[in-house]
């Protein structure tokens, strides 16, 4: 089965991670752990956002692959730029995934004004099956 782990890096993204391990048994699967950084307006201080954006995103996806390292399974890691639900499900479908792993909510604050509803659009407009951990 090849699966997607969706990560903002909140500990909703990580619990739907451990869920999906619990679930499987931890049994063999073709894992990716995908980042997306949303894009950011052209402002002054648009540089640091980006910068801090993309470190918490090497963060997140080390948490991911540490959680998978526990029962022994490698992931792959990718960071794409872009509106989180339209990048996950674009990356979904491209890939041909048969599972996608997502928190129910984001990080909150300006990050849940900036990624909205991710969960909700990943599961009106997902091709594949869609897990949504607490």
Known sequence: M???IATDGSE???EAAREFIKL???MRHEVTALHV???LTVGRDTAYLQIQEERDAL???NTV???FSEVAIPVATEIRQGTPADAILEIARDGNYDLIVIGHRGRGGFRELLLGSVSKAIVQKA???VL???
Do not use: F, N, Q
């Open 65 to 67: 692959k540490s959680i």
């Open 59 to 61: 963060a997140a996806l």
């Open 132 to 134: 949504i951990g607490k």
């Open 12 to 14: 909703c993204s990580y």
């Open 2 to 4: 090849r699966v997607l």
């Open 127 to 129: 091709t594949c099956s």
């Open 37 to 39: 950084v949303p894009r």
């Open 24 to 26: 499987t048994h931890a």
